[in-house]
C-alpha cells in the first residue's frame, strides 16, 4: 500500500514538473534536454535505487548507522569548499552533468543514527547522558547545513523533535517550542504598534503579560495551588491593568517598564516557593519565565541583527507587516493568483497560463504546487493533499507495529520529516508561512530531493519487511 502511494505522487509529480516547465512548441518530455526529460530519468533511477534498498538485508541499516553518519558529516563539512556559488548557497556538488545535494541524503543518515543510538538497553528521555546527545545529533548537521548558506534545508532538522516526543520527550519541551513561535510572531509582528498611551509597544506588552499568565497556569497544572494561582494572576495580570490605566489617564509611561519589573518579582516569588515548600516544579516555572524574558530579548536582537535583509522582509510579508509585491513578496503572489485561477476543476494539463508565461518563480521546485493548483484546480490538490495524507497515516500504523525501539524511531522520523516537507512548503505556496525554499516531496523537480526521500521511505519499508525475522 504505501508503495503504491508512493508511485502515484511520483507519477503525478512527474505531470506537474511536465506542467511547470513546459515550453509551446515542446512535444518530447522523454528528452534529456528537457527537465521533464531529465526527471523521468531521476524517477527510473530512484525506482532502481529503491528496489536495491529493498534487496538488501536489513541488519545492514543498524551496522552502518553511525558509519553513514560520519560519512555524511565528512561530506557535509567539505561541501562549501567543493560547491559553486548557486543563488548564495554553496550546498550543490557538481559530478558532470549532474549536481547534488548532500543535506538531502543526510536525513536519512541522521534518523538511522538516532534510531541506533536510542535503541541501547535503559534508554529514556528524562536522562540527560542519553537527551544531550541525541539533540547534539540533530544540532550538528544542523550547523554544517547553516554554513552552506541552506537555512530551509537546515530548519528541516528540527522536524526530529516530533520523533522526540513520541519517544518520551516531556510534553513541557514542546510547550515551550510553541509559546516561542508565539512571542516571536506577537513580538516582531507588534513590536512598533503602540498602545493608546503612545508609549507602550503592544507587541512587548502582549508577550510578557503572556509569561505571567503561562506562568499561573503552568502552577495550577504541576503543583495544584490555586491559591499561588489567584495571587500570581492578580498582581501580575491585575497590576498590569493598573499600570495601563494610569499611563491612559494620569501620566503616560512606558508600561513595559512596570510588566519586567512584575517579571523579576514573580520569579523570586517562584524560587521562594520551591525552597519553602520543596518542590521542583515552581523552580521549574521560574526557568521557563526567565527563558521567556530572555527570548523576548534575544529574538528582537537575532531578527534585526542575525537575520539577513531578504530573510527579514520575508517574515514580515508573512506576518503581513509589509507587502513587497514587485520582492520578496512576488512569489507569494503570483502562486496564489496562479492557484486561485485554477478555480474548481483546473485548466487542464500544459493549460496554466500563470505558469506557462513564467509567472511564477521556481515554479517546478520550490512553488510546484501552485502548477498543481492552476492545472488540476481545487479538485486536484485536494487529491495530492489527499495521497499525502494517507501516507503519513500508513507511516504511523507501519511505526507502530515495529517491534524495536530502533525501527519505530527510524519510521517516525521519516514520519517527520515529510510531515515538516509538506506543511512548511505547501504553506510558503499559500503564503501561510514564509519562503525558506525547500522542496515538496517527489514533486519539485531535481534528484537530490527525490533520491532522498526515496532512500528514506524505502529504507524503512526494508526494516519494516524484516521485523517478523527478529
Request: neutral net charge.
Given at each position: 500500500?504505501?508503495?503504491?502511494?508512493?508511485l502515484?505522487?511520483?507519477?503525478?509529480?512527474?505531470?506537474?514538473?511536465?506542467?511547470a516547465s513546459?515550453d509551446?512548441?515542446e512535444?518530447?518530455?522523454?528528452?534529456?534536454?528537457?527537465?521533464?526529460?531529465?526527471?523521468?530519468?531521476w524517477?527510473?533511477?530512484s525506482l532502481?535505487?529503491?528496489?536495491?534498498?529493498?534487496?538488501?538485508?536489513d541488519?545492514?541499516?543498524?551496522?552502518?548507522?553511525?558509519?553513514?553518519?560520519?560519512?555524511?558529516?565528512?561530506?557535509?563539512?567539505?561541501?562549501?569548499?567543493?560547491a559553486?556559488?548557486?543563488k548564495?548557497?554553496?550546498s550543490?556538488?557538481?559530478?558532470?552533468?549532474?549536481?547534488?545535494?548532500p543535506?538531502?541524503?543526510?536525513?536519512?543518515?541522521?534518523?538511522l543514527?538516532l534510531?541506533?543510538?536510542?535503541?541501547?538497553?535503559?534508554?529514556?528521555?528524562?536522562?540527560?547522558k542519553y537527551?544531550?546527545p541525541?539533540?547534539?545529533?540533530?544540532?550538528?548537521p544542523?550547523l554544517?547545513?547553516?554554513?552552506q548558506?541552506?537555512?530551509?534545508?537546515?530548519?528541516?532538522?528540527?522536524?526530529?523533535f516530533?520523533?522526540?516526543?513520541?519517544?518520551?520527550?516531556?510534553?513541557?519541551?514542546?510547550?515551550?517550542?510553541?509559546?516561542?513561535?508565539?512571542?516571536?510572531?506577537?513580538?516582531?509582528?507588534?513590536?512598533?504598534?503602540?498602545?493608546?498611551?503612545?508609549?507602550?509597544?503592544?507587541?512587548?506588552?502582549?508577550?510578557?503579560?503572556?509569561?505571567?499568565?503561562?506562568?499561573?497556569?503552568?502552577?495550577?497544572?504541576?503543583?495544584?495551588?490555586?491559591?499561588?494561582?489567584?495571587?500570581?494572576?492578580g498582581?501580575?495580570?491585575g497590576?498590569?491593568?493598573?499600570?495601563?490605566?494610569?499611563?491612559?489617564?494620569?501620566i503616560p509611561?512606558d508600561?513595559?517598564?512596570f510588566?519586567?519589573?512584575?517579571?523579576?518579582?514573580l520569579?523570586?516569588?517562584?524560587?521562594?516557593?520551591?525552597?519553602?515548600?520543596?518542590m521542583?516544579?515552581?523552580?521549574?516555572i521560574a526557568?521557563?519565565?526567565?527563558?521567556?524574558?530572555?527570548?523576548l530579548?534575544?529574538?528582537?536582537?537575532v531578527?534585526?541583527?542575525?537575520?539577513?535583509?531578504?530573510?527579514?522582509?520575508?517574515?514580515?510579508?508573512?506576518?503581513?507587516m509589509?507587502?513587497?509585491?514587485?520582492?520578496?513578496?512576488?512569489?507569494?503572489n503570483?502562486?496564489?493568483?496562479?492557484?486561485?485561477?485554477g478555480?474548481?476543476?483546473g485548466?487542464?494539463?500544459?493549460?496554466g497560463?500563470?505558469?506557462k508565461?513564467?509567472?511564477?518563480?521556481?515554479?517546478d521546485?520550490?512553488?510546484?504546487?501552485?502548477?498543481?493548483?492552476?492545472e488540476e484546480?481545487?479538485?486536484?490538490?485536494?487529491?495530492?493533499?489527499?495521497?499525502?495524507?494517507?501516507?503519513i497515516?500508513?507511516?504511523?500504523v507501519?511505526?507502530?507495529?515495529?517491534?524495536?525501539?530502533?525501527?519505530?524511531?527510524?519510521g517516525?522520523?521519516?514520519?517527520?520529516?515529510?510531515?515538516?516537507?509538506?506543511?512548511?512548503?505547501?504553506g510558503?505556496v499559500?503564503?501561510?508561512?514564509?519562503?525558506?525554499?525547500?522542496?515538496?516531496?517527489?514533486?519539485?523537480?531535481?534528484g537530490?530531493?527525490?533520491?532522498?526521500?526515496?532512500?528514506?521511505?524505502?529504507?524503512?519499508?526494508r526494516?519494516?519487511?524484516?521485523?517478523?525475522?527478529?
Amino acid at each position: 500500500m504505501t508503495i503504491c502511494i508512493y508511485l502515484m505522487l511520483v507519477i503525478f509529480g512527474w505531470f506537474s514538473v511536465c506542467g511547470a516547465s513546459y515550453d509551446y512548441g515542446e512535444i518530447d518530455f522523454f528528452s534529456f534536454d528537457t527537465r521533464a526529460g531529465r526527471q523521468f530519468v531521476w524517477i527510473c533511477c530512484s525506482l532502481g535505487l529503491g528496489f536495491i534498498l529493498m534487496m538488501l538485508e536489513d541488519k545492514l541499516y543498524d551496522m552502518f548507522a553511525y558509519i553513514l553518519y560520519g560519512a555524511m558529516l565528512l561530506l557535509l563539512l567539505v561541501t562549501p569548499f567543493l560547491a559553486e556559488d548557486t543563488k548564495g548557497s554553496y550546498s550543490w556538488i557538481k559530478f558532470g552533468p549532474v549536481s547534488l545535494q548532500p543535506a538531502e541524503f543526510a536525513k536519512f543518515a541522521t534518523a538511522l543514527a538516532l534510531a541506533k543510538f536510542m535503541n541501547v538497553y535503559g534508554f529514556t528521555m528524562s536522562k540527560l547522558k542519553y537527551s544531550l546527545p541525541i539533540v547534539g545529533m540533530v544540532l550538528l548537521p544542523m550547523l554544517l547545513i547553516i554554513l552552506q548558506r541552506e537555512t530551509g534545508s537546515a530548519l528541516v532538522y528540527l522536524a526530529f523533535f516530533f520523533m522526540f516526543y513520541r519517544e518520551g520527550m516531556p510534553g513541557s519541551i514542546l510547550f515551550a517550542g510553541i509559546c516561542a513561535v508565539v512571542y516571536f510572531v506577537v513580538g516582531i509582528r507588534f513590536d512598533n504598534e503602540l498602545m493608546a498611551d503612545d508609549c507602550t509597544s503592544i507587541g512587548e506588552f502582549s508577550v510578557l503579560l503572556l509569561i505571567v499568565i503561562l506562568s499561573a497556569l503552568l502552577v495550577n497544572s504541576y503543583c495544584k495551588k490555586a491559591s499561588v494561582v489567584w495571587y500570581i494572576l492578580g498582581i501580575g495580570a491585575g497590576g498590569t491593568l493598573l499600570a495601563l490605566l494610569f499611563s491612559y489617564y494620569v501620566i503616560p509611561f512606558d508600561v513595559t517598564w512596570f510588566q519586567y519589573g512584575l517579571c523579576v518579582a514573580l520569579l523570586f516569588y517562584l524560587i521562594f516557593l520551591s525552597m519553602r515548600e520543596r518542590m521542583r516544579n515552581y523552580f521549574y516555572i521560574a526557568l521557563f519565565a526567565i527563558g521567556s524574558m530572555g527570548f523576548l530579548f534575544s529574538a528582537d536582537y537575532v531578527f534585526n541583527h542575525v537575520l539577513e535583509p531578504h530573510q527579514q522582509i520575508r517574515i514580515k510579508v508573512v506576518l503581513g507587516m509589509e507587502e513587497d509585491l514587485a520582492g520578496a513578496g512576488y512569489n507569494v503572489n503570483q502562486s496564489k493568483i496562479a492557484i486561485g485561477s485554477g478555480g474548481l476543476w483546473g485548466k487542464g494539463f500544459l493549460n496554466g497560463t500563470q505558469t506557462k508565461l513564467k509567472y511564477v518563480p521556481e515554479q517546478d521546485t520550490d512553488f510546484i504546487f501552485c502548477t498543481v493548483g492552476e492545472e488540476e484546480g481545487f479538485i486536484g490538490s485536494a487529491v495530492v493533499l489527499l495521497l499525502f495524507t494517507g501516507l503519513i497515516l500508513r507511516l504511523i500504523v507501519v511505526s507502530e507495529r515495529q517491534h524495536t525501539r530502533f525501527a519505530r524511531v527510524y519510521g517516525y522520523s521519516v514520519l517527520s520529516i515529510f510531515l515538516f516537507h509538506l506543511f512548511i512548503n505547501i504553506g510558503m505556496v499559500l503564503g501561510l508561512t514564509p519562503v525558506i525554499g525547500i522542496p515538496l516531496p517527489f514533486f519539485s523537480y531535481g534528484g537530490s530531493s527525490l533520491w532522498g526521500f526515496t532512500i528514506l521511505l524505502f529504507v524503512f519499508l526494508r526494516i519494516d519487511a524484516g521485523r517478523g525475522k527478529h
